[in-house]
C-alpha cells in the first residue's frame, strides 16, 4: 500500500523529509510536489525505479526525464555550462524553468538524450523538494505527474494517492499543484530557444 505524508509546505517536518529520503534510497517512487504540477520522482542512479517510473508515466526511453537539483553549484556536476548559460540560470534559479544542457559522465547514458546526449535540468522553488534534495545529497530523476490517457497534470494530491496506490511507494502531500508545467528552455545552441512555455516567463532568456 503506498504511504501518504502530509508535511508543511514551507517548514517540511524533518522526520518525514528523512523517512521519504529512506524510501527513495531503498528503491522507491515517491510523488512529490514542485512549483508547478506534481511529480514522480526517484534516484538517478536507480535503473530499475527509472524504468518503472517510464511505464506507470507511459513514456519510452525518447522522453526526456528532468533532472532535479538543489542549487546552481550541483548542475555544473551533471552539464557543461558556460559563462552565458550561468548568468541566465543565475537568474531564474530556482524556480519553474527546465533548462536543456549538454550532459556529462555523470548522467547514465541512458538517461540523456539518446541523439544529443543532452539533459533536462532543473533547481524547483519548492521547500519540501528542496529539503528532501538536501537529505539525500544528490539529484533526484523526474516526470512531470500526467498518467497515460489523460489531458491535464496532477495536482491534487488526494486524487495522486487515490490513482497510484499500490503503484507507487510514497506520496508527499505538500498541498494543491498548479496545471500549468515548467518553462522549458534549450540552451544548447548560441541563443536560447524556447521549447514549451510554462508557468516561467520566457523573457528571463530574452524570448
Known amino acids: ?5 502530509e508535511v508543511h509546505p514551507q517548514n517540511p517536518q524533518a522526520r518525514l ?4 529520503a529512506q524510501i527513495i534510497q531503498g528503491g522507491g517512487i ?3 510536489p514542485t512549483d508547478s504540477a506534481y511529480a514522480l520522482v526517484c534516484r538517478l542512479d536507480d535503473k530499475a525505479a ?20 538543489r542549487d546552481l553549484s550541483e548542475i555544473a556536476t551533471y552539464a557543461r555550462v558556460d559563462n552565458r548559460q550561468y548568468r541566465q540560470l543565475k537568474a531564474v534559479t530556482p524556480g519553474p524553468y527546465t533548462v536543456i544542457l549538454e550532459a556529462t559522465k555523470e548522467v547514465p ?17 519548492n521547500a519540501i523538494l528542496l529539503a ?26 488526494d486524487e495522486v494517492r487515490e490513482r497510484l496506490d499500490r503503484q507507487i511507494e510514497l506520496v508527499i502531500d505538500g498541498g494543491a499543484g498548479t496545471l500549468e508545467p515548467t518553462t522549458i528552455i534549450d540552451l544548447t545552441g548560441p541563443d536560447a530557444e524556447l521549447v514549451r512555455e510554462g508557468r516561467g516567463d520566457p523573457a528571463a532568456f530574452g524570448l
Open 1 to 5: 500500500m503506498t504511504q501518504y505524508f
Open 17 to 20: 523529509i528523512r523517512q521519504a
Open 30 to 32: 515517491v510523488a512529490a
Open 50 to 69: 527509472v524504468e518503472k517510473l517510464r511505464r506507470i508515466r507511459g513514456v519510452d526511453e525518447k522522453h526526456h526525464l528532468t533532472l532535479l537539483v
Open 109 to 125: 547514458r541512458r538517461l540523456s538524450h539518446p541523439s544529443r546526449k543532452t539533459i533536462g535540468i532543473r533547481v524547483p522553488e
Open 132 to 157: 528532501l534534495l538536501a537529505e539525500l545529497g544528490e539529484p533526484l530523476i523526474g516526470t512531470t505527474l500526467q498518467l497515460p490517457g489523460d489531458d491535464n497534470m496532477l495536482s491534487d494530491p
